[in-house]
């Protein structure tokens, strides 16, 4: 996992940009996984404090950020349903066995939607784009792999949903939401952005390596990319991962 300024950001995009152009851009999901495990972490896997109550964590390959407040946690993304219990323990330990009462998914696929079901059981509003929702309504069969992902249950789905932008108070914080409407990875995409910290999560929709794997039967393509960081340039300066 990798702390970017939005100058680092763009400098490696555009490596990213380069490295396609001179070569293959395409990368079989085994692949895209172990680059995805290869970002920086703290070591041991400890999760790693960005102070005022804000921690990343690792859910696999997956980055989730907990936001501890007087109320609860907030979860950006809560990894594969295979990591989800492990997370959840590893979260109460850190806030002392605080509820989680907010999950923001920042797209549908299922290795950032595996808390939905046990966190949507408990309670926990479940936030995202209203097409995040509607694809976990549904089967998906990814044509390049004959994978199907299942829907998931009722009390698994997303409870607030918007489709350009939304603005809502979380423990005592702004949080503001926004939709990559230009769908660097999935149509669904979306930014979690806390401006008194100036963090923003942003999913699978941007990598510190390289392209973002495009998710074209969902909606992602190459155009995206490029239109996507340009609505996170577009008057933010965050800190990202």
């Known amino acids: 996992m990798t702390l970017l300024s ?6 490696n995009a555009l490596r990213g940009a380069a490295g396609a152009w001179l070569g293959s851009m395409t990368l079989g999901r085994s692949a895209h996984a172990q680059l995805r495990a290869a970002r920086l972490q703290p070591a041991g896997g400890a999760p ?3 102070g005022g109550g804000m921690h990343v964590l690792r859910a696999g390959a997956t980055n989730v950020l907990a936001v501890i407040d007087a109320d609860g946690v907030a979860l950006v993304d809560g990894g594969a349903s295979t990591e989800s219990t492990a997370l ?3 979260v109460a330990e850190l806030s002392g066995g605080k509820t989680v009462h907010t999950l923001f998914n920042t797209h549908w696929h299922p290795d950032h939607t595996g ?24 089967d998906v069969t990814w044509p390049w792999n004959g994978e199907t992902v299942l829907p998931l249950p009722k009390s ?12 809502l108070e979380v423990g005592g ?10 769908c660097p990875h999935t149509d669904g995409d979306i930014y979690v952005y806390f401006p008194d910290e100036n963090v923003m999560a942003v ?3 941007v990598r ?3 392209w973002p794997e495009i998710d074209w039967w969902t909606g992602g393509w190459l155009g995206g990319i490029v239109g996507g960081l340009g609505t996170l340039f577009s008057g933010l300066d965050p800190v990202l991962f």
């Not at 939005?6 to 400098?11: A, D, I, S």
């Open 6 to 11: 939005r100058r680092k950001l763009l400098e």
């Open 48 to 50: 790693l404090d960005l």
């Open 88 to 90: 959840l323990e590893s």
């Open 115 to 138: 808390s939905n079901e046990p966190l949507g059981a408990a309670g926990a509003t479940i936030v995202s784009h209203v097409n995040t929702k509607l694809w976990l309504t549904t």
């Open 156 to 167: 698994a789905l997303p409870t607030r949903t918007f489709y350009t932008e939304d603005e």
């Open 173 to 182: 914080r702004t949080v503001r939401c926004g939709h990559l409407r230009d």
């Open 203 to 205: 999913g699978d929709a």
């Open 208 to 210: 510190g390596d390289g």
